[in-house]
């Protein structure tokens, strides 16, 4: 299957504007004595790796396909004292969801000093009053433990919900930042509602958190859930194998997550030297 191509523009991260506040994370450089290691808007990650086609690309004047940098900026856009947070999870269950909820909380109470935090229930529901469901209050007292158990603390539930109602919601809440941890329905729902507040003009940053243990996520060396996955699938293999050898002829076949992709079943396949043949959709 051949790389799709890439467009330089869809590289590009949208902003909301001028960043006027200095970013908490300032404070650990007071206490360490040495500066913090902040990122710059000019550092990026070239995702080209065919030095030909960089040639080029350099050669013609083309602007070389690259992405920003993660990690925490010097100034950012909003107050953390009076900016709202929200997480909503939605579609299927993911191995790590928990994880990722305790961690976004953590990060948003400990270090950026965010004390309002609603965790969305049951999907984007959650966001319509009809449905009865009330947000959770999300502190590093309520998800201390989360990791511990599966599922998603939030619960989940699929189905496109209207973003205009959504974008209300996180109005009157005055929240300005919503993680929507999902899959690919769910992304183009946090597309959505980045559109219609785009539309109003309305200062909300929506933030897709991908989900998929299929791990088929360009750019991204491993998604969450994907290691969880195939050591389970190691499991089924290593049971599959032992029937198989208390038979005569006896065949074993596993069939795993993947539905474009085939890493689970290639990953578990070298986990076990067992394995005769793999079959992946590529």
Known sequence: MSAPEIDVSDLQVETLGPCNFDSPLHRFSRRQGSPYRFITERERVIVEDNINHLRSLVESGQEIPSVEVAGPRSRIFFDPEITGVAIVTCGGLCPGLNNVIRALVFEAHYRYGVRRIYGIQYGCRGFIPEYGYEPMDLNPETVANIHHFG????????????????????????VGMLFVLGGDGSQRAAQAIHDEAKRRGAKISVIGIPKTIDNDMQFLDKSFGFETAFSRAVEAITGAHA????????????????????????????????????????
């Open 243 to 282: 029937e198989a050898k208390g038979s005569p002829n006896g065949v074993g076949l596993v069939k795993v997550m993947g539905r474009h992709s085939g890493f689970i079943a290639c990953h578990s396949a070298l986990s076990r030297s067992d394995v005769n043949f793999v079959l992946i959709p590529e």
């Open 151 to 174: 599922g998603t603390i939030l619960s989940s539930s699929r189905g496109r919900q209207d973003e205009g109602r959504i974008v209300d919601w996180l109005q009157n809440k005055k």
